[in-house]
């Protein structure tokens, strides 16, 4: 079990302005920020982060999705941070999310869900150092 995850805040999410509210939301959730970033990726960029789905028939369409506006980076820490935060986002598809969760309260679709949450210990691992150095974390 490791006490560190990695979240984006997606293009919808930052482009409808619910940045500040979702980061409360994961605040109040428990976690503590130890690396943060606003920024905008590439389509390269985006398809690199996104390689594991290369193969999955919505690839284009997340990497396009993903590089049409800002995203908000972190890198978080809680006691079973993994596990919790992806509690705290809800499902993948918000259709199916529970009430209270983070893509409920803002996402709107399968492809445009808000947020992103690390799926192992591995994962936020290699894509927290996607974007951050070790002088940018603490
Ligand atoms: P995320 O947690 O960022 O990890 C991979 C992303 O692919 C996922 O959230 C969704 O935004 C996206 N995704 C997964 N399934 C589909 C789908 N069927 N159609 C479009 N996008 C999808």
Redesign the pocket.
Known sequence: MSNRTFT?V?PDATGKGYTGAIIDQIIKGGFSIKAMKWTKLTKEQAGEF?AV?KE????A??VE??SSGPIVAAILEKDNAVADFRKL?GA??PANAEEGTIRKNFAA?????A???S?SDENAAIEGNFFFSFLERF
């Open positions: 984006m997606k996104y789905h999955r028939g919505f690839y369409e997340l999705f993903m986002i993948t598809n679709s399968i492809g445009e869900n947020v992103h949450g799926d």
